[in-house]
Nanobody
Framework: QVQLVESGGGLVQAGGSLRLSCTAS????????MGWFRQAPGKEREFVAS????????IYADSVKGRFTISRDNAKNTVYLQMNRLKPEDTAVYYC?????????????????WGQGTQVTVSS
C-alpha cells in the first residue's frame, strides 16, 4: 500500500506563490509518474500537472501553463508543485497522485493512489 502525504497549502493573496509537497511511502518511487489534480467546490476533479518517473518529461493544463512548475526529488520520494502568480480561480483542494506507469498523463483513470488533499485558497 502506497501512502501519499501532501503539505504546503494555505491562504494567499492573488499574485502570490505557494509550493506544495507530496511525499510517498515505499520503494521504487522513480518507476512511477506523479501528478497533481485539483477540485473546487461543486466542480469535478481536474488535471493540473504530471511528471515522468525520471523527472525529464512534464505536462500541464493550459490554465496553469507558465505559472505552475512540477518537479520531483527521487532521493526524497517527493514531488513538488510550485505555484506562482496565483489567481482566485486556482482556489481548490489539491491532490497528489501516482500513476501506474513511468510517463506523464492527464487521464485521471491512469492514477491509482491518491493523497488526502491540501486546501489552497487565493483571495482577490
Amino acid at each position: 500500500q502506497v501512502q501519499l502525504v501532501e503539505s504546503g497549502g494555505g491562504l494567499v493573496q492573488a499574485g502570490g506563490s505557494l509550493r506544495l509537497s507530496c511525499t510517498a511511502s515505499g520503494r521504487t518511487f522513480d518507476n512511477y509518474a506523479m501528478g497533481w489534480f485539483r477540485q473546487a467546490p461543486g466542480k469535478e476533479r481536474e488535471f493540473v500537472a504530471s511528471i515522468s518517473g525520471s523527472g525529464i518529461s512534464t505536462i500541464y493544463a493550459d490554465s496553469v501553463k507558465g505559472r505552475f512548475t512540477i518537479s520531483r526529488d527521487n532521493a526524497k520520494n517527493t514531488v513538488y508543485l510550485q505555484m506562482n502568480r496565483l489567481k482566485p480561480e486556482d482556489t481548490a483542494v489539491y491532490y497528489c497522485t501516482r500513476r501506474n506507469g513511468r510517463f506523464p498523463t492527464l487521464k485521471i483513470t491512469e492514477y491509482d493512489y491518491w493523497g488526502q488533499g491540501t486546501q489552497v485558497t487565493v483571495s482577490s
